[in-house]
């Protein structure tokens, strides 16, 4: 059967928190390293992002807190832990750049989404500096004003 390309979007999960708390500075895409199990509860939508961060250790990027729920129906010889630590598939000049941020710049790197590109699963990271409390509320001031402006916009 032949997926219908406007039934749906690519995205299986998103970080909405993260815009919320963080400037989403550059923006990377990579892949993952996944097993079976993991593939299946993706496509069954199991995915929660949110306490989701990327650490980088021997030049490698792994991201850990991505809770993938395993399907009950998942193979009884197979050990899954939700939670585990996952590479992430990135190049040499990306590793570099995250490299760069994170320690002369004192970025913080977070997964803000995940999605399929054609068969393979994707994960949106960004180079983040950390928001204040006062940074928060006038985003939150902006957005509604937004929102009033469209609704004086729509009626007038």
Same mark, same amino acid.
């Given at each position: =059967? ?11 999960a998103?970080? /909405?928190r993260?815009? $919320?708390?963080?400037? !989403? ?5 990579a892949g =993952? ?11 069954? %939508? #199991? ?23 395993? !399907? ?10 939700p939670?585990?630590?996952? #590479?992430?598939? !990135? ?5 570099? /750049? ?7 710049? %004192?970025?913080?790197i977070?997964?803000?989404? =995940? ?6 699963? /994707? ?6 500096? %950390?928001?204040q409390? $006062?940074?928060?509320?006038?985003? !939150?001031k902006?957005?509604?004003?937004a929102?009033?402006?469209?609704r004086? =916009? #729509? $009626?007038?």
């Amino acid at each position: =059967m032949k997926k219908n390309k406007n039934s749906n979007s690519n995205t299986i999960a998103q970080n /909405k928190r993260a815009r $919320h708390e963080y400037h !989403l500075l550059d923006k990377f895409e990579a892949g =993952m390293q996944l097993q079976g199990w993991e593939v299946k509860s993706i496509r069954a %939508g #199991k995915v929660n992002l949110t306490d989701a961060y990327v650490f980088l250790k021997d030049g490698e990027a792994f991201v850990t807190n991505i809770n993938i729920t395993p !399907l009950s129906q998942a193979s009884t010889h197979v050990i899954c832990a939700p939670t585990r630590q996952r #590479k992430l598939l !990135l190049n040499r000049r990306e590793l570099d /750049k995250l490299t760069g941020g994170l320690d002369r710049q %004192g970025l913080t790197i977070i997964a803000t989404a =995940m999605y399929w590109k054609k068969s393979w699963v /994707k994960v949106e990271l960004f180079l983040a500096k %950390g928001k204040q409390s $006062h940074d928060k509320r006038d985003a !939150l001031k902006d957005k509604d004003w937004a929102r009033q402006k469209e609704r004086i =916009m #729509k $009626h007038s």
